[in-house]
T-cell receptor
Framework: DVKVTQSSRYLVKRTGEKVFLECVQD?????MFWYRQDPGLGLRLIYF???????EKGDIPEGYSVSREKKERFSLILESASTNQTSMYLC?????????????FGAGSRLTVL | KQEVTQIPAALSVPEGENLVLNCSFT??????LQWFRQDPGKGLTSLLL?????REQTSGRLNASLDKSSGRSTLYIAASQPGDSATYLC???????????FGKGTRLSVIA
């Protein structure tokens, strides 16, 4: 089975801290995505990447950055955490080949910023 | 810009009932449509993917249909069980390699 692993299920951080959320997939997928999910707002796309060292802004990139130095790893970085970044963060990956685009999600990382 | 809507936001049914979850989208030029399940506090699990050239897909008690001309997809769940209680989300992909656009989901409760 395809596996997308998010390194932390629960994190509690202080305002102003730098936060790293790590995501690793084991199926050689080209495409990787970071979403956040909030009640009433649904899933919102933060950043995505179609290949190593490539990144594209999603709908809400402000306050976030990403890194993709290796194909299997896509990291989300909060440079200076703020309370409005308290949320569930979901990483996902899929192949870049047409016709086989099932998106596979990790278990999620629940971040609380105090 | 594609918009995906799921109505109702919540649904409660007795065990054993057959039910239909609805998903509508504004741009009919989709590449595929996917249905996901999400349990509380967990990630999303893919249920079914329908390509734009297909009309439906089936997996066990689940059947998803796609009508591009009307901008609608439905997820049919037969003989519902309490274990089907979860939030169901649909998402469309508008070309071969673009990000999915998600609806906000329908929270289903199946009462024993």
């Amino acid at each position: 089975d395809v596996k997308v692993t998010q390194s932390s299920r629960y994190l509690v951080k202080r305002t102003g801290e730098k936060v790293f959320l790590e995501c690793v997939q084991d199926m050689d997928h080209e495409n990787m995505f970071w979403y956040r999910q909030d009640p009433g707002l649904g899933l919102r796309l933060i950043y995505f990447s179609y290949d190593v060292k490539m990144k594209e802004k999603g709908d809400i990139p402000e306050g976030y950055s990403v890194s993709r130095e290796k194909k299997e790893r896509f990291s989300l970085i909060l440079e200076s955490a703020s309370t409005n970044q308290t949320s569930m963060y979901l990483c996902a990956s899929r192949t870049g080949r047409p016709g086989a685009n099932v998106l596979t999600f990790g278990a999620g990382s629940r971040l609380t910023v105090l | 810009k594609q918009e995906v809507t799921q109505i109702p936001a919540a649904l409660s049914v007795p065990e054993g009932e057959n039910l239909v979850l609805n998903c509508s989208f504004t741009d009919s030029a989709i590449y595929n449509l996917q249905w996901f399940r999400q349990d509380p506090g967990k990630g999303l699990t893919s249920l079914l993917l329908i390509q734009s050239s297909q009309r439906e897909q089936t997996s066990g008690r689940l059947n998803a249909s796609l009508d591009k001309s009307s901008g609608r997809s439905t997820l049919y769940i037969a003989a519902s069980q309490p274990g089907d209680s979860a939030t169901y989300l649909c998402a469309s992909m508008n070309s071969g390699n673009t990000p999915l656009v998600f609806g906000k989901g329908t929270r289903l409760s199946v009462i024993a």
